[in-house]
Structure formats: structure tokens, C-alpha cells
């Protein structure tokens, strides 16, 4: 099965030494499997959005996840699932309005508390699979 590599402009690429670290898009041709990395609060230019707040980060998240399938071809409605990892459980649930605008199509979902993400000042993480014809 071919296998794309997406790098989406609309979102930072972390590189270390000159290296790429990570796919934010991978596609699968067939049944379009479409696996995204985790996406954090981070803008175009890769700062952090809402340092100390969730909700904003929530929605952050929610448009790189939308940027991330819009480049492969899908939209929120192809999401099948999410990982969800936040530092603050009960904060999270506080914002499901926020989660449900983005995640209204309900795809399969695991969420887990970490003590701490790929920085301190990120308090939340989705990684998504999608599919599509």
C-alpha cells in the first residue's frame, strides 16, 4: 500500500539538529487510513497558545487537527479515533463543549492524565486516526 508522509504548512514542524522528528500526517492508500501525531497548542510558527489555559489550547489543537486532515484529504466527520493525554483530567471535562464542536462526528476516544506533556506550558495532546474512501 502506498504510504504518504504529509507535512501540512499551517503547522510547525519540530526538528532537532535539521531533523524532522515526526509525520504530522501519514495517509494509507486503499481505505484511506490517515494517522495524525499527537497535536499541542502550538501556533503556525510553533509557540505555545494559551499558556495556562485548556480551553484554548482544546481549541488550538481542534484547528491543527483540522489543518492536519484538510491536507490529507479529511475532515473532523472522517475522524475514527482520538488519544487524548491532558495533565489535568477534571479541567478537561470542564471543556467538553469545546471537544464536542470539533469531535461531533464522536469517534472512538481514549483520554489519560500524564503528569506532563513535550512541555510544561502544554496541557493538552490529541493524536487521531481518520478514514476515508
Known amino acids: ?27 494509507v492508500e486503499g481505505r484511506r487510513l490517515i494517522f495524525i501525531s499527537g497535536q499541542l497548542a502550538r501556533d503556525q510558527q510553533g509557540n505555545v497558545v494559551g499558556k495556562g489555559d485548556m480551553r484554548a489550547q482544546l481549541r488550538q489543537v481542534g484547528e491543527n487537527l483540522k489543518a492536519a486532515l484538510a491536507e490529507a484529504g479529511a475532515t473532523l466527520n472522517d475522524l475514527v479515533k482520538t488519544t487524548t493525554y491532558v495533565t489535568d483530567i477534571d479541567e478537561f471535562f470542564t471543556h467538553v463543549d469545546v471537544r464536542m464542536a470539533y469531535f461531533g462526528a464522536l469517534p472512538t476516544s ?21 478514514i476515508v474512501e
Open 1 to 27: 500500500m502506498p504510504r504518504q508522509h504529509i507535512q501540512p504548512d499551517a503547522l510547525s514542524q519540530r526538528s532537532v539538529n535539521g531533523h524532522v522528528l515526526y509525520s504530522h500526517v501519514v495517509a
Open 110 to 130: 481514549t483520554t489519560v492524565e500524564v503528569q506532563r506533556l513535550a512541555h510544561p506550558d502544554f496541557l493538552v495532546e490529541v493524536e487521531a486516526i481518520a
